[in-house]
């Protein structure tokens, strides 16, 4: 069973505008609570015990989070590290890695339990595209949600969150029903929407596929 989760909340998350000029992204309230709350909520219920937040952009604003929640400890990114994998030190061989902007919600078969046990090879839910200028619309991962890797894996550059299509082959695409990201408008008014439950699920433990 894995016990950690580095989730990334360093951005300053400028495509909020206003929202973000006093407040960290994964802070904005969006259900009534922090949105980075909604899944370190859901990490405490399946029992994982070191959650790292690995944090930049007014990092100080995220300190209250520790009052919360026993679990939560604090790392602050610098441009230059030199201790662990990004500056983290006591990380597991194996961890959960997501995003600070983003919320999992799970499909029938899928559960945030049974990524978490470790019985799967690596595996990330991910954004697929088509470009068309490339060979003839070839898809290609885009960006990524949340993954189970370990510290080979961050040594390769998968904890830097790109394209990742160099790594395609040692990915394996794990389904949910949905990822909120609040990464603009949009996406903030959706999620808001879904975890102030006006749709039928609040929680990625309940999963039950849901029309937004």
């Avoid at 990380?91 to 890695?97: D, I, R, S, T, V």
Wanted: glycine share 8%.
């Amino acid at each position: 069973m894995i016990e950690q989760a580095v989730l990334l909340c360093a951005g300053k998350g400028t495509r909020l505008g206003p929202i973000t000029s006093h407040t960290p992204k994964p802070l904005v309230q969006v259900g009534g609570k922090p949105f980075v709350c909604w899944f370190i909520e859901d990490l405490v219920d399946v029992g994982v015990k070191d959650i790292i937040l690995l944090t930049g952009y007014l990092s100080d604003r995220f300190n209250f989070l520790r009052e919360l929640y026993p679990e939560v400890r604090l790392v602050k990114s610098d441009v230059i590290v030199n201790t662990g994998v990004m500056g983290i030190r006591d990380l597991k061989y194996k961890f959960l890695l997501g995003n600070g902007d983003c919320y999992p919600i799970f499909n029938k078969s899928n559960t945030l339990e049974s990524l978490l046990e470790g019985t799967r090879k690596p595996s990330v839910c991910v954004k697929v595209k088509n470009d068309p200028s490339i060979d003839k619309g070839t898809p290609f991962i885009s960006d990524c949600g949340l993954a189970t890797i370990d510290k080979e894996a961050v040594s390769m550059g998968l904890i830097n969150c790109g394209s990742f299509t160099s790594m395609r082959g040692l990915l394996q695409d794990y389904t949910i029903v949905s990822n909120l990201h609040i990464n603009d408008s949009d996406g903030l008014e959706v999620a808001e929407r879904w975890l102030s439950g006006k749709t039928s699920i609040v929680s990625s433990q309940v999963p039950t596929v849901v029309n937004l």
